[in-house]
């Protein structure tokens, strides 16, 4: 069992920054792939970045926080940290953090193959 707990959310004006983190236990995040979603309300949860842990490890983002946001992983702490920076109103959404389970394949930005999730935290972005 994978227990993740989310923290740093909170509202900021739009240009500012927020850094998110996932504090994870019961397993070694390294082992993992790890996956940051958002969800804004009445919309689908959306992929925002995600490491694969199990193999030479590599990093994806979405194409709409590329440049912005910042995914990085800490195995000492066993804490993922997502880096926030030049926030726009658009990114406002409860984001949640995932892990998956290793298997053959995976695809990073399909919320169905996470196995795990944190219970999220609140991101507002004012304009």
């Known amino acids: 069992q994978v227990r993740l707990v989310e923290s740093g959310g909170g509202l900021v004006q739009a240009g500012g920054a927020l850094r998110l983190s996932c504090a994870a236990s019961?397993?070694?995040?390294?082992?993992?792939?790890m996956g940051w979603f958002r969800q804004a309300p009445w919309k689908e949860r959306a992929f925002v970045a995600a490491?694969?842990?199990?193999?030479?490890?590599?990093?994806y983002h979405a194409d709409s926080v590329k440049c912005r946001f910042i995914f990085s992983r800490y195995n000492a702490q066993n804490t993922l940290y997502l880096q926030m920076n030049s926030l726009i109103p658009a990114d406002t959404s409860v984001y949640y953090c995932?892990?998956?389970?290793?298997?053959?394949?995976?695809?990073?930005?399909?919320?169905?193959?996470?196995?795990?999730w944190g219970q999220g935290t609140q991101v507002t972005v004012s304009s």
């Open positions: 995932a892990a998956a389970l290793p298997r053959p394949q995976y695809e990073a930005s399909d919320a169905k193959e996470y196995d795990y």
């Open positions: 019961g397993r070694t995040v390294s082992s993992l792939a």
């Open positions: 490491t694969i842990g199990w193999t030479v490890c590599t990093t």
